[in-house]
């Protein structure tokens, strides 16, 4: 039982750690700009469920999918880091991002899945957290691992959906400030991300 304590606030901490719903509320605020209400719980709500899914997915048959396609971690990290990168630079330069505009099309259809889905929620770091937490573990394991990623994806959807109550607490202008500072960071990681990518795939030395 206490194995199981110390476990389950180990892959607590991992989680909250790289997710920090907190911390990505205003990155969400940023690509959701002059949306309704309404709107902004729905694109919440698509972007959670996915990310639940796609991690799930991954802690159960991770090492199947990434053997099946012949994805690389290393692969991984590059992509996603050349995405968020990219949607960083826009929200810093108060450029229009185009994930952001999606004509006609219903606002959710876009960027509840990319970026926010993957690789924000559920980015390299979460995915590859949540299957080395599984190796070589039985089914409670798993099922812990599951367990305390769908409380983690709970409380990103609360964050997200009381985007609007944060605004009026805050502000929008500072919230503007935020948006582009939460820009900058999100450039940052994708930066991050793809020399991590780089440093892995040519076994580089990280000192």
């Given at each position: 039982m206490n194995e199981l304590l110390t476990f389950s606030i180990t892959v607590f901490t991992g989680f909250f750690a790289i997710m920090n719903p907190i911390a990505n509320t205003p990155i969400f605020l940023g690509l959701t700009?002059?949306?309704d209400s309404r709107t902004k719980k729905s694109i919440a709500k698509k972007a959670t469920l996915t990310a639940f899914i796609i991690v799930a997915?991954?802690?159960?048959l991770g090492k199947y999918i990434f053997d099946i396609f012949g994805i690389t971690i290393p692969a991984f990290k590059i992509t996603g880091g050349i995405l968020i990168f990219?949607?960083?630079?826009?929200?810093?330069?108060?450029?229009?991002?185009k994930v952001h505009s999606l004509g006609e099309k219903s606002p959710d259809e876009g960027i509840a899945i990319s970026p926010l889905a993957i690789p924000i929620i559920a980015g390299p770091g979460t995915i590859v957290t949540a299957?080395?937490?599984?190796?070589?573990t039985d089914f409670i394991h798993v099922g812990i691992v599951i367990?305390?990623?769908?409380l983690m994806i709970y409380l990103t959807y609360l964050a997200f959906s009381k985007s609007d109550f944060i605004v009026?607490?805050?502000?929008?202008?500072?919230?503007?400030?935020?948006?582009k500072l939460m820009g900058?960071?999100?450039?940052?990681?994708?930066?991050?991300?793809?020399?991590?990518?780089?440093k892995i795939a040519f076994d580089l030395s990280t000192k």
């Open positions: 700009e002059g949306y997915s991954f802690t159960i990219f949607v960083g630079f826009e929200m810093l330069m108060t450029v229009k991002s299957m080395n937490n599984v190796n070589n367990g305390i990623f769908a009026k607490k805050i502000g929008d202008n500072i919230i503007k400030v935020i948006g900058l960071i999100l450039a940052i990681i994708g930066t991050d991300m793809i020399i991590d990518g780089i």
